[in-house]
């Protein structure tokens, strides 16, 4: 397992690791998807040398009320389909929620309903408040991604409260 930088990975090992998301994703992890899972740190794991789980934390922020928390913003968690079920998918977690308890404000992510069950059980937490997007200064809902969002306190949260509004800032493709 190791945690390191983009600039820190070679273009073989970034080639590697795209081709990863992209078996881990059944194909679907698209080049916009890409861009997201860069500009931050990597979880990485191997079993004999080759790559079988991941997890990227990005820096964002995210508003609350009057809150705006430096946020490490967990994307490309995957593991090699023929390694799931051992639990790589938690060890990497645990290692990217280690360094989000040392960096950030909070962690936070956004996961489909069959992947819930994972990130509860890791101690994450559903968001239930309305999720919006700032564009140009202006608020927009994001009513697709309600129910989607977790998030993980750290010892810098301080009090929150998950039904409130939730803010983040632009990025193209999706927001969350
Ligand atoms: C989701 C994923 C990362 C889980 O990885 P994994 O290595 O199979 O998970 P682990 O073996 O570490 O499982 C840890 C625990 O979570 C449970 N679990 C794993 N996936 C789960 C899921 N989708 N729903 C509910 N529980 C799940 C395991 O049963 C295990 O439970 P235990 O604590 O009782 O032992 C993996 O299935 C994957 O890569 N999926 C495709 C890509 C994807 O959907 N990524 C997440 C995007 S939000």
Same mark, same amino acid.
Request: net charge negative; aromatic share 10%.
């Given at each position: 397992?190791?945690?390191? @930088? ?41 079993? %004999? ?10 820096? +964002?922020?995210? =508003? ?5 928390? +430096?946020? #490490? ?12 079920? =051992? #639990? =790589? ?8 929620? %280690?360094?989000? @308890? ?20 890791? #101690?994450?937490? +559903? ?17 697709? %991604? ?24 632009? +990025? ?5």
């Amino acid at each position: 397992m190791r945690t390191v @930088r983009d600039e820190e990975l070679t273009t073989a090992e970034l080639a590697e690791l795209r081709a990863f998301l992209d078996a881990a994703y059944d194909y679907e992890f698209g080049d916009e998807d890409w861009r997201h899972a860069l500009g931050g740190w990597h979880v990485l794991g191997s079993v %004999d040398g080759a790559l079988v789980a991941h997890a990227a934390v990005i820096p +964002r922020t995210l =508003h609350s009320g009057s809150r705006a928390w +430096r946020t #490490g913003y967990v994307e490309a968690v995957g593991v090699r389909p023929d390694q799931r079920g =051992h #639990g =790589h998918g938690r060890t990497v977690m645990l290692a990217a929620a %280690d360094h989000l @308890r040392t960096t950030y404000e909070l962690g936070a992510l956004s996961a489909g309903p069959q992947n819930w069950a994972f990130y509860e059980r890791l #101690g994450w937490l +559903r968001w239930t408040g309305p999720t919006f997007v700032e564009v140009n200064g202006e608020r927009r809902r994001t009513t697709e %991604d309600d129910g989607e969002v977790f998030v993980l306190p750290t010892p810098a949260t301080g009090e929150f409260d998950q039904t409130a509004p939730l803010v983040c800032e632009w +990025r193209s493709g999706d927001a969350w």
